[in-house]
């Protein structure tokens, strides 16, 4: 027992190597070739990946010439082990960080307060909303292939505030605990599901991530300045591996791949678009035509979050293309933890509170 809980299989410890063997092996086998890579274990520590990110920056901005070496070992081992970020993010560039380190630090008040109160609305986010809505999503996406219609939209929907309140909450969290200890990380969310396009969602969700991806990985591959076509390679590119750092599986990649297709066709389409607005007189009523696009970006992503949900692509095509498959009765086709509705109802009160202070801020 534990070996299970402080062991991690090869395919949690590597799993790119692990999602490549995988891949390869039924390939192989109906050719009668031989492939069998050994299923190893690795110790790891947790937050692997966003260690990885924080300590590359370091290093390419070194590389750069835009952050010089840190020489002191302590304050670059503290920066480096710094652990409200460690987890979950935000991925905090070492060269808005380390500088915090020489920084003399008192108890401030109004400091201390203000990180309470992020970290409470952290909690908010993460306990009251994202942990009541877990059952509900769960009881449909681990049996996906049982559901049509409905209850897969019910889930869909809940799963888009779910993952946003979890994450987003976590990183208040974070945010809230290094400014009690009187340092200051990057804002990770803002509003994303306010977004009217999907360059915006990315502007607005993890955002940490969204600009590391930009600085060291769009930009060096040409970013925009080699024409519309390297263009939307690169988007590509870019999403196909953010899709593979979430994580190594089928479903994953699918997810960052039809973001980037989102960004392309968004690219493509801009000047049809427009015109389209335009004819039907979208353009003289702009509010109107920019809740319609928040409506469009929405959808889009709420619809690529099947999946990042499911299990399997056959659970998340079974999602994907049964979404609207209504039958008779409806209401009985949900699982039994739906009937919980008292807590389904805080949840969605909650939702509600959200929105209403987002809309305020």
């Known amino acids: 027992a534990t070996s299970e809980i402080y062991t991690l299989s090869l395919h ?13 092996r039924p390939l192989l086998a109906a050719r009668a070739v031989p492939f069998d890579l050994p299923h190893l274990e690795l110790l790891l520590p947790v937050g692997i990946s966003f260690y990885t990110f924080h300590t590359l920056s370091y290093v390419i901005d070194v590389y750069r010439g835009q952050l010089r070496p840190e020489r002191h070992f302590g304050i670059f081992a503290a ?3 710094f652990f409200p970020p460690l987890v979950a993010g935000p991925i905090e560039r070492p060269r808005n960080l380390l500088p915090q380190f020489r920084i ?4 401030e008040e109004g400091r201390i307060v203000s990180g309470l109160w992020q970290m409470l609305w952290g909690f908010f986010l993460k306990i009251v909303i994202a942990d009541r809505l877990t059952g509900y999503v769960d009881a449909v996406y681990n049996d996906a292939a049982s559901f049509t219609g409905l209850p ?7 799963y888009t505030y779910q993952i946003y309140c979890d994450f987003a909450g976590y990183s208040l969290i974070a945010i809230g605990a290094a400014r009690v200890l009187g340092f200051s990380l990057m804002e990770n969310f803002r509003r994303p599901y306010a977004a009217a396009s999907t360059a915006e969602f990315w502007r607005r969700w993890h955002i940490s991530l969204s600009t590391w991806l930009r600085d060291y ?16 390679l690169n988007l590509f590119i870019v999403f196909f591996i953010c899709g593979l750092w979430h994580g190594a599986g089928w479903t994953f990649i699918a997810w960052g791949v039809l973001h980037g297709l989102y960004l392309i066709g968004s690219l493509l389409t801009g000047p049809i678009r427009t015109a389209m607005a335009g004819r039907l007189g979208l353009t003289r009523v702009p509010r109107l035509h920019g809740a319609f696009r928040r409506l469009i970006t929405f959808h889009l992503a709420a619809f690529d979050w099947i999946f990042f949900r499911a299990n399997t692509m056959e ?3 079974h999602v994907a293309t049964h979404l609207f498959s209504f039958r008779q009765p409806l209401l009985s086709d949900f699982p039994p933890v739906f009937s919980n509705t008292a807590d389904l109802g805080i949840a969605l009160g909650a939702i509600l509170l959200m929105e209403t202070v987002h809309f305020l801020e």
């Open 315 to 317: 659970d998340a095509l």
């Open 12 to 24: 949690d410890a590597l799993p790119i190597l692990n999602f490549i063997s995988d891949s390869l």
């Open 79 to 81: 920066c480096v082990s």
């Open 152 to 158: 897969l939209l019910a889930a869909t929907y809940l």
């Open 217 to 232: 990985l769009y930009i060096p591959l040409g970013g925009n300045r080699r024409g519309t076509g390297r263009r939307c």
């Open 104 to 107: 003399p630090r008192g108890l």
